[in-house]
């Protein structure tokens, strides 16, 4: 397994013995990514209510792909978003005056790219990634003498994700993508059976699981448009 | 003035007639300053054509004359630019003083009008509508006199002057637009219409052409008649001889009669064939029409020069043994010198010719690829037909042997060509890489002295008084069977070179080669080649400098007219050329462009160079992978030396721009909205389907250095375009 993982980093590095194209001997493109779906559940907005309405959920990001091949690129990305927790859920333990905790949250993934039809970075490509998330309550929209004391709310989560994409260069530099990204994620806790410790004393795991709902919710599929520069 | 200009003529044709060294017989070359017609750029010569168009007519017919000069003026560049077309050699310069004589005084045609020879095998003559006949060397080849050539340039200005191509454009156009009678018509009529509008085309050649230019010229009007007969029989070779097998055969290497046919098929050929369906009304017609036009016999058969005809149609002939092998037509190629070799049997050209046509069946042989260079000898009509079931009875490796048998007793006639030494090489190691054989698996000695030994070795049983042991019996009957000859005549095969140790020492070496190959626990070459992929991704050639043969890109658009969209490939091309520039500075690759279209014009050895690398090329493109020296490659030092490179590049890429099913793409798009960017962008966008080529050569050796050919389903966008030819050149110039 050890073998496998060096012999994965060291790839584009091995690579660059051969007469790699890249884009006109460029090889790495460093994008902004934006990434929305119109949604009916989870937005990024607070104003949570029950009416049933199409709103945008979005977030933003960068990435870094490294071409190693005709057909093939290293990926690795990062991005930031943020929801907020279901009003019902977070009414509990009588704190009625709670309102929809925010929840931020980071994601980083790493995966590679393949290209069906160009060279890379050009064309129809697939991407898959594996994903790494850490959700947190930003602001507990408590009154600031009951968040005293409390410990922070954390939730991490591992996944994948698998995207379809299509690529154009313009100007020798500026690479244009666009297509959609699914992506799956599973609780880090749930994987490594690690029995956390209630931050509350009640319902911290209903907390937990809302979190993991908003977020999975959030992340399971999307549209995305990126701009990249080549260097 | 027309008949100083016919001395001219002359004197410059007798001038040729004794330069030729017909054993080292050179491919026709064009001579002079290169016309216009090949240098102009495309959209040049149809602008031209455009401005003639007259504004009086309507704007529909304005179109269609517009769209016809747009397709014709592409197609005629298109073969002016294939390197097959020539201009000033002996032949052309024979038919234009042909042509100057039928059309006598009119100064006004003669300046309109221009003769070019096709380097093609098939009996064929057109006439363009912008005043080009164009005469292919095979039609040259079949003809027997000068009045025959004489009546088809006569009928060949009528289709010029009587405008028949654009007349047929228009028709077409009315049927494919389901215009005036063609309204609301089956395709059956349509298909009927035309064929008789172009019949009608046919006859008027014929029968105008007789009578305003051929009639008058003084040849002999049967002429007219005597062309019809050579069309009805030209699919055949130039002559109808027994194929003689003698000519593969050495004193002790004999093919057995049971790899002969015992009668070979008929000749079918009639003139009465039904032309429902055809351009061109049957013979018999065309014959009965003219001849009630024919006087009788007066005239004469030859009026410029009967010695220059015969020379011209030598060199035609000569000409088509080349042409056969380029076109990877090996059995006419052989059968085309083994006729010519009846009036000059020692011709070093016709006997390599058939050497390397050999050569090539060997080696496709080999590959088991045998029947894509050998028709059926079934389809084979007349006495060519022979040497077709020859080739096809010889069994697995007497190709080879055959081959080599043949090459060095070439090699022994001609012991310092470097071109057969070249051949002689490649077939020893056909024989033995390729098909295992050893010095060992001949005999050394003759068919007769087998007989002697046998007759002794028996006699020698008997004295022993072991002549009725189980032993004995086996020993005598297999001296019987191997003295006998039927079923291994091939080990006969190299008996007569047995005391040559040139021979000997050449095969021993090989063999010593094959060995050292083997011991080095390397594959059998055969196998070999099957695995190495010699056009891998990510080669490394280590080149610095490049030469590109005129590039090109096509663009097909189902919209268009005629399916092409001459302006965009135009435009595309030159873009191409751009991007290559582009890239290659920045590989640090030097290239440069050998092509027609090049401010100021071209020189004529440019031309020449030009021609004979578009033939080479073709060639081993159409060879693929199969390693097979190119037959022109004797003549490519010469050229290499001129151009400056032995490293040749031959790219291009094809855009067909096809109909889209919106319908399906909309409901796909409702289904499945995640998708929907890319859905709607497919809507946006029409279907594309796209080639690009490139190839790499070494005109050295002949190797293919790099060969790639993508396919991909978007339009050849800028950063496609630049993406591949940077993929390219950087393989070419990193080490």
């Not at chain 1, 609780?187 to 029995?195: A, E, H």
């Not at chain 2, 081959?403 to 020893?428: E, G, H, V």
């Not at chain 2, 891998?536 to 890109?553: H, K, P, Q, T, V």
């Not at chain 2, 995640?674 to 190839?695: C, K, R, W």
């Amino acid at each position: 397994m050890k073998k496998f993982i060096l012999i994965f980093l060291a790839a584009p590095f091995l690579s660059q013995a051969q007469s790699i194209p890249g884009y006109l001997g460029k090889r790495q493109v460093v994008s902004f990514d934006f990434n929305f779906i119109p949604s009916f559940v989870v937005t990024n907005n607070e104003d949570m209510t029950d009416d049933i309405a199409i709103k945008m959920t979005y977030k933003n990001g960068i990435s870094y792909d490294f071409i190693s091949d005709k057909s093939w690129s290293y990926t690795g990305s990062l991005d930031f978003t943020q929801t907020y927790m279901e009003a019902t859920a977070a009414d509990f333990n009588g704190y009625d005056h709670i309102r929809n905790p925010k929840i931020s949250s980071i994601g980083i993934g790493a995966g590679i790219k393949i290209y069906l039809q160009h060279l890379a970075p050009l064309g129809s490509h697939l991407e898959l990634k594996l994903l790494y998330r850490n959700s947190y309550v930003s602001d507990y929209g408590f009154e600031e003498e009951i968040v005293n004391g409390i410990e922070e709310l954390n939730v991490s989560q591992l996944g994948f994700g698998i995207g379809y994409m299509k690529s154009r260069v313009f100007n020798d530099h500026f690479v244009f993508s666009y297509g959609m990204n699914l992506n799956m994620l599973l609780s880090l806790s749930d994987i490594l059976f690690i029995d956390t410790a209630p931050i509350f004393n009640l319902g911290s795991d209903v907390l937990k699981d809302n979190i993991k709902t908003r977020i999975q919710l959030k992340e399971t599929i999307y549209m995305k448009f990126s701009i990249g520069y080549l260097l | 003035m027309s008949k100083i200009l016919n001395l001219l003529c002359l004197f410059l044709f007798s001038h040729f007639c004794f330069s030729q060294d017909w054993n080292y017989y050179q491919p026709i070359k064009a001579v002079g300053k290169v016309p216009k017609d090949f240098t102009e750029a495309y959209f040049s010569k149809y602008q031209s054509e455009k401005d003639q168009v007259s504004s009086e007519l309507k704007k529909k017919e304005k179109n269609r004359q517009d769209d016809f000069y747009k397709s014709s003026e592409y197609f005629i560049d298109q073969l002016l630019t294939n390197g097959k077309v020539f201009y000033g050699d002996t032949i052309t310069n024979y038919c234009q003083a042909v042509l100057n004589k039928i059309i006598g005084d009119d100064d006004e045609l003669k300046k309109s009008i221009r003769v070019y020879t096709v380097k093609s095998p098939l009996v064929n003559a057109t006439a363009s509508a912008n005043g080009i006949i164009f005469i292919n060397l095979g039609l040259i080849a079949q003809l027997e006199t000068e009045a025959q050539l004489a009546f088809i340039l006569s009928h060949e200005l009528i289709h010029f002057t009587n405008k028949h191509v654009l007349d047929q454009y228009i028709e077409e156009d009315k049927v494919r637009k389901g215009e005036d009678i063609f309204k609301n018509k089956s395709e059956d009529f349509k298909l009927d219409e035309l064929s008789k509008y172009s019949k009608n085309h046919e006859f008027e050649a014929d029968e105008d052409g007789f009578k305003k230019y051929f009639e008058k010229s003084g040849y002999t009007q049967r002429a007219a008649v005597e062309i019809l007969e050579i069309l009805q029989y030209a699919y055949l070779p130039f002559d109808v001889v027994a194929f003689d097998k003698s000519i593969f055969e050495n004193e002790n290497f004999i093919i057995p009669n049971s790899y002969l046919l015992e009668k070979v098929s008929t000749i079918k050929a009639v003139d009465d064939y039904d032309d429902e369906n055809s351009t061109h009304p049957n013979l018999l017609k065309r014959k009965k029409r003219l001849n009630r036009l024919i006087k009788g016999n007066q005239g004469e058969n030859f009026l410029v020069s009967e010695s220059v005809f015969k020379h011209c149609q030598k060199m035609a002939r000569f000409e088509l043994s080349r042409l056969f092998l380029v076109e990877k037509n090996y059995i006419e190629a052989i059968y085309n010198s083994f006729l010519l070799l009846r009036n000059d049997s020692n011709n070093r050209y016709l006997r390599l010719s058939i050497a390397k046509a050999l050569h090539a069946l060997s080696m496709y042989e080999n590959e088991d690829n045998l029947s894509e260079v050998l028709p059926s000898y079934k389809d084979i009509e007349g006495d060519s037909q022979q040497l077709y079931y020859l080739i096809d009875q010889l069994g697995e490796g007497e190709l080879s042997i055959l081959s080599l048998n043949y090459i060095y007793q070439l090699k022994k006639d001609f012991p310092n060509d470097k071109t057969i030494d070249i051949y002689f090489n490649r077939a020893l190691k056909c024989l033995v890489f390729e098909n295992d054989l050893r010095l060992d698996d001949f005999y050394t000695i003759s068919q007769d002295s087998l007989k002697i030994r046998s007759n002794d070795l028996k006699d020698s049983l008997k004295v022993n008084k072991v002549g009725n042991s189980k032993i004995a019996r086996i020993k005598s009957k297999k001296i019987e069977k191997e003295s006998s000859g039927s079923e291994n005549f091939w080990k006969y095969a190299f008996v007569d070179f047995m005391e040559d140790d040139l021979f000997v020492y050449a095969l021993e070496d090989m063999e010593s080669e094959y060995e050292d190959y083997l011991a080095a626990e390397i594959k059998p070459l055969k196998n070999r080649f099957r695995l190495r992929n010699r056009y891998a991704s990510s080669r490394s050639l280590g080149i610095d400098s490049i030469l590109f043969l005129n590039s090109n890109c096509l663009n097909l658009d189902y919209k268009a007219n005629d399916g092409i969209s001459y302006s965009e490939s135009e435009e595309n091309s030159t873009k191409y050329k751009a991007y290559i520039h582009e890239c290659s500075d920045l590989v640090d690759l030097n290239v440069a462009f050998i092509d027609y279209k090049r401010e100021g014009g071209i020189d004529n050895q440019t031309f020449n160079n030009l021609a004979i690398l578009q033939s080479w090329v073709r060639e081993r493109i159409n060879h693929n992978k199969q390693n097979i020296l190119v037959s022109d490659g004797e003549y490519m030092d010469s050229v290499i030396d001129q151009i400056g490179s032995r490293y040749i590049s031959k790219t291009g890429n094809i855009t067909i721009k096809g109909k889209k099913e919106i319908g399906v793409r909309v409901v796909r798009a409702l289904i499945f909205l995640p998708f929907a960017p890319m859905i709607i962008e497919d809507l946006v966008t029409p279907n594309y389907q796209s080639f690009n080529y490139f190839y790499l050569f070494d005109l050295k050796t002949g190797d293919a250095l790099l060969s790639e050919f993508n396919s991909y389903e978007t339009k050849d966008s800028e950063d496609v375009l630049k993406s591949m030819v940077y993929s390219y050149l950087i393989q070419i110039k990193e080490d």
